[in-house]
């Protein structure tokens, strides 16, 4: 590795550390507040307990779930404050594409890849769902409407009351249906 590719290569960690630790210091959340935890994009809604050294100790309500992380001491990149909004704007290209919007009470289609032990004829499954609240960093929460009860099944073992991020791969056919 030559010294200029060094060089950038130093400098590209630098910022990464810097950013990492801008964000982490970006949210001062105190004991009460109202929060989202990020778990591979998925939410689960919490209240922060206490603070600790890199993080935060959350409680999450008994219906909370199903939560596929450890779930009590989060470090602080992964805890977002919540806040309740009526819609959400998924941008992309800066605005040069058309916003995706999202808003309260519209059904949405899901799809998952499904578990070989709870589902066995197929490799996906379509889920559909209502949303049910919006969060101001692009969440959603959903009620199932799927009959199917392998579909309810899929929706319960991985999304269940948490919210799920508007730009993860469960919405892709969702996001391509509105784009149109």
């Known amino acids: 590795m030559n010294r200029s590719n060094l060089c950038r290569y130093g400098l590209a960690v630098a910022i990464g550390l810097l950013s990492q630790t801008a964000f982490a210091a970006k949210y001062n959340l105190e ?28 409680h ?26 009526p819609e959400y704007r998924l941008q992309f290209l800066g605005g040069l594409k058309r916003d995706i919007v999202f808003k309260l009470g519209e059904p949405v289609t899901f799809r ?3 578990d070989k032990r709870v589902v066995k ?8 769902a209502q949303i049910t609240d919006i969060s101001g960093n692009g969440a959603i929460a959903v009620k199932l409407l799927s009959t199917d009860p392998e579909a309810a099944a899929t ?8 919210y799920v991020d508007l730009r993860h791969k469960y919405l892709e056919p969702e996001r391509a249906k509105r784009s149109r």
């Open 31 to 58: 004991p009460g507040d109202a929060v989202l935890t990020n778990c591979r994009d998925i939410y689960t809604k919490g209240e922060i307990k206490a603070k600790v050294d890199d993080g935060y100790t959350v």
């Open 155 to 162: 929706f319960w073992q991985w999304i269940g009351g948490n």
């Open 60 to 85: 999450f309500p008994k219906h909370s779930g199903p939560i596929h992380c450890p779930p009590f001491r989060w470090h602080a990149e992964f805890v977002l404050p919540f806040q309740s909004v």
């Open 121 to 128: 004829n197929r490799n996906s499954i379509d889920i559909d």
């Open 112 to 114: 998952v890849e499904t």
